[in-house]
């Protein structure tokens, strides 16, 4: 079965630096890779896939992710934080044989002034 | 863009009672799901739901859990004696077509507090 790691809970950055949010994956075959983004009193917000071809995948919001087979990794960057950013992250797998989705524990990203 | 709406945002019982969580799904989806996250853990699917019947469950969705899509635009999760370990915030979600491939657009939650 497939399953997803988020290893930071918490992470603090200031307004304009850049990001990056670690997620790493496991799966027998190539998975397919989500990020979602949820703001406060919000629902989950796709922020972007991946499901083949080229690895650098952008999104919305600025946001991107690069698909790194040999680390079995889908870190989400932007490289350059906006206040507004602040939500928490979730990335996510799910395989071609259903329409479930595997969720990892999330990522609150909080931005300093 | 369109959402999915979700009654109630907060929901408190008390161990034992049946409660009924309502989802609107985007009008021209035809495929629907809910999640859940406890607390602290990974938002997890519960169940797939299409032409009036469910396509897949997780080993979550016990003998406890229904849903039902009742009229043409609710869709709703019922727990028939909640527990305790089913404080959670629940998320519906809908799509156009069926598999990941597919966007989910999810409503914003109903948190579920079971006393």
């Known amino acids: 079965a497939q399953s997803v790691t988020q290893p930071d809970i918490h992470i603090t950055v200031s307004e304009g630096a850049s990001l990056e949010l670690r997620c790493n994956y496991s799966?027998?075959?190539?998975?397919?890779l989500f990020w979602y983004v949820q703001s406060p009193g919000q629902g989950l917000q796709l922020l972007l896939k991946?499901?083949?071809?080229?690895?650098l995948v952008q999104g919305i919001k600025g946001f991107e992710a690069e698909f790194k087979r040999s680390q079995s990794s889908f870190n989400l960057r932007k490289p350059s934080v906006h206040w507004s950013d602040a939500a928490e992250y979730f990335c996510?797998?799910?395989?071609?044989?259903?329409?479930?989705?595997?969720f990892g524990t999330g990522t609150r990203l909080a931005v300093r002034p | 863009e369109p959402e999915v709406t979700q009654t109630p945002s907060h929901q408190v019982t008390q161990m034992g009672q049946e409660v009924i969580l309502r989802c609107v799904p985007i009008?021209?989806?035809?495929?629907f799901y809910w999640y859940r996250q406890i607390l602290g853990q990974k938002v997890e699917f519960l169940v797939s739901?299409?032409?009036?019947?469910?396509?897949?469950k997780s080993e979550i969705f016990d003998d406890q859990f229904s849903v039902e899509r009742p009229d043409g635009s609710n869709f709703t999760l019922k727990i028939r004696s909640t527990k305790l370990e089913d404080s959670a915030m629940y998320f519906c979600?809908?799509?156009?077509?069926?598999?990941?491939?597919?966007?989910?657009?999810f409503g914003s939650g109903t948190q579920l507090s079971v006393l």
């Open positions: 991946y499901f083949s071809g080229d690895t």
């Open positions: 979600a809908s799509s156009e077509g069926s598999g990941v491939g597919e966007k989910l657009f």
């Open positions: 996510a797998v799910g395989v071609s044989s259903g329409d479930k989705l595997t």
């Open positions: 739901f299409y032409n009036n019947e469910i396509s897949e």
């Open positions: 009008s021209n989806h035809l495929y």
């Open positions: 799966y027998g075959a190539t998975p397919y």
